[in-house]
């Protein structure tokens, strides 16, 4: 194919920047790494590039004919500067046959094997990475192109975007099948990491190696539009799934490696789902708990593509609990924003199953949980992060579950004592404390004798949750309709004796006991989790810091609310408890739903944001919602009574 004068400009540029490269003494480990990469590079040109300068025997053009002369020079000079192997004579002679071939304009198919067997001896000699060290993520592949090529590669990979008609080269056209069968995805990072001189393709060596890799793949699909077709042949043919085992095979071979070895006409097919799916690829450890979670989620698709929905539900959800969740608290104290993002991709995977999604969405939706997964194996394998770390995990895990707890119980102590009931305090330190107590029973029950399954946890933390919500409710409401200091006294002289003398104590006592061992449940998790990691002594600390912290928290809203006018103290009283309420009902919805007792309806435009309960699913903001409804009509019904 022919290319433009301001390209071959561009190109001699190169060329000269490799010809002063090929003459440097040969030195460090990086220096010989980039010379068997810029080989590699000018191989690549010569192999798609010599067609077009010669045809038939023919020089076609002499522009691009001196090119590949000076290209394959600039190979032998760069072989000759690095460092000695024993292969190195056997690459010199494959240069000499490869420089002998353009010079006698041999046919481009002989030029293109020299070209790719010498490149392939080259990566042998002198190994350098050639593939992904994990599956791309193809999602962030397409935000990046979108934002750096589309504008000129264009949106569909055709070469013509917005700025491509102001440009002086014309932008690559993606969608040419003819070139993309010579471009291995090797070849496609290596100029997105390098990018090319004399044109608009500037360097994107500035990304990490993980978004350059899927910028490449993502690029690589456009050629090969036949997914699905794909697909039936990857599953059905043993065969085929041979001749491309790995990821470095997908990354290292061009499309017209893959027809020779898998035939014509399952070769583009088989590329277009695997460009698109590359985590088929990797082999997973079936015996770990991320290995069960891939394989739990390969199994729903399957399940749900041969007609059994309900089937592929139930293993989704076993991926979620008995795949994923026992790793969570792990994942909690490590990386708590990936946590929530593989919460949320399974949750909406398990959704779009249930409302009968098509097949495509539902393997493009499996194939990005994969490479969560994968990104959560990472994390979970970087060891553990020190002495100060493992101080300020345990101390903000203890605050961020220990507060939500602290703000009821002080509540209702300050509550009594403000009724001049301070003898059925004691009810409430028996709740919290036994709390306590059975925290740590569960503790050792979870580590010593059974584990406690992802379904139990969630129904626990759900049920608890929502029972906890709807007293606080009752007592919200309860609590501003006495807001009022006549009203108070008179509840004080008529009931108040009555009802903290019998089951109004013991109702005192287990909702102490609720939301305290709610926290110390969720809390208790982690701690294991962390605690199975190392550095128990910061451990210890940061967890007996949180607690004075708390215990400081807790004085402080004891004394001013001792000074606080009655109506004021059940006005933000009321406010107070309206709030947990609010936070109970959403978190307890969500760990239902991850126990599949509910279902899950994302809910597109919400924030997720753990802290408040607001999770981005329907049934989570309409629990919420009638939640806040209920106080709110409670409220207004006695300020009416009031009035």
């Not at 399974?346 to 959704?351: E, I, P, Q, V």
């Not at 008529?494 to 006592?509: P, Q, T, V």
Request: glycine content about 10%.
């Amino acid at each position: 194919m022919s290319r433009p004068a301001p390209f071959r400009q561009a190109a001699a540029g190169i060329l000269l920047v490799f010809l002063l490269a090929s003459h440097a003494v040969p030195a460090g480990q990086g220096e010989a790494q980039a010379g068997v990469q810029t080989a590699w590079r000018l191989l690549d040109y010569i192999a798609v590039d010599y067609a077009g300068a010669v045809q038939g025997g023919r020089v076609a053009s002499a522009g691009e004919y001196a090119e590949q002369q000076e290209f394959a020079a600039a190979v032998a000079g760069t072989l000759a500067a690095l460092p000695v192997r024993p292969e190195q004579a056997g690459l010199q002679a494959g240069v000499a046959r490869l420089q002998a071939a353009i010079d006698a304009k041999a046919d481009p198919a002989e030029v293109t094997r020299l070209a790719r067997t010498l490149a392939a001896g080259l990566l042998a000699a002198y190994p350098v990475p050639v593939a992904p060290v994990r599956p791309p993520d193809l999602a962030r592949g397409q935000a990046l192109y979108a934002q750096h090529c589309a504008s000129c590669h264009g949106g569909n990979g055709d070469g013509r975007g917005p700025a491509a008609a102001s440009l002086e080269v014309p932008p690559i056209a993606f969608t040419d099948l003819g070139r993309a069968r010579q471009r291995s995805l090797f070849g496609l990072y290596q100029a997105i990491t390098q990018g090319i001189d004399g044109t608009a393709m500037a360097s994107f060596a500035g990304l990490p190696d993980d978004d350059r890799w899927a910028l490449a793949f993502y690029a690589g699909q456009f050629a090969f539009p036949e997914v699905e077709a794909g697909r039936r042949l990857w599953e059905s043919d043993a065969a085929l799934r041979r001749h491309v085992p790995d990821l470095k095979t997908l990354a290292d071979a061009t499309p017209a490696d893959i027809e020779a070895a898998a035939g014509v006409a399952a070769a583009d097919p088989l590329l277009a789902y695997l460009r698109r799916h590359p985590a088929v690829l990797v082999q997973r450890p079936t015996g770990s708990q991320l290995g069960l979670a891939h394989t739990r989620l390969d199994e729903s698709l399957a399940a749900y593509r041969a007609g059994d929905a309900r089937r592929a539900v139930q293993l989704a959800l076993s991926a979620y609990l008995d795949g994923f969740e026992p790793v969570e608290p792990t994942l909690g104290t490590r990386d708590p924003a990936l946590l929530g993002e593989v919460e949320a991709a399974m949750g909406a995977y398990r959704s779009a199953l249930q409302r009968g999604a098509d097949a495509g969405t539902l393997a493009a939706q499996a194939a990005a949980i994969h490479a969560l997964l994968d990104r959560v194996e990472l994390a979970l394998g970087a060891g553990p992060g020190g002495g100060l770390s493992a101080f300020l995990g345990a101390a903000a895990i203890l605050l961020r579950e220990g507060l939500e707890a602290l703000l009821i119980v002080v509540a209702m102590i300050a509550f009594l004592r403000k009724a001049g009931r301070a003898e059925a305090v004691r009810h409430v330190h028996a709740g919290w404390i036994g709390a306590l107590v059975a925290g740590v029973l569960t503790w050792f029950v979870a580590t010593w004798l059974i584990a406690i399954s992802g379904a139990s946890r969630e129904l626990t933390e759900g049920f608890g949750s929502v029972l906890a919500a709807v007293v606080l409710v009752l007592v919200g409401i309860w609590m501003h309709g006495k807001a009022h200091a006549d009203q108070w006294q008179d509840y004080i002289r008529g009931k108040m004796s009555r009802a903290l003398s019998g089951r109004g104590a013991w109702l005192l006592l287990a909702l102490a006991f609720m939301v305290v061992y709610r926290e110390v449940f969720e809390t208790i998790l982690f701690y294991a989790a962390m605690w199975s990691q190392g550095s128990a002594v910061a451990i210890l600390a940061g967890a007996a810091a949180a607690a004075l912290l708390l215990a400081l928290i807790a004085w402080a809203m004891l004394r001013y609310s001792a000074r606080l006018p009655l109506t004021q103290f059940f006005s933000y009283s009321s406010w107070l408890m309206a709030v947990l309420a609010v936070v109970l009902a959403g978190k307890g919805i969500a760990a239902l739903q991850e126990a599949g007792m509910i279902p899950l309806t994302p809910l597109a435009g919400v924030p997720r944001i753990v802290s408040l309960g607001l999770f981005p699913t329907v049934q989570g903001i309409l629990a919420q919602g009638v939640t806040l409804a209920a106080l709110l009509g409670g409220f207004a019904w006695h300020n009416r009574a009031r009035g």
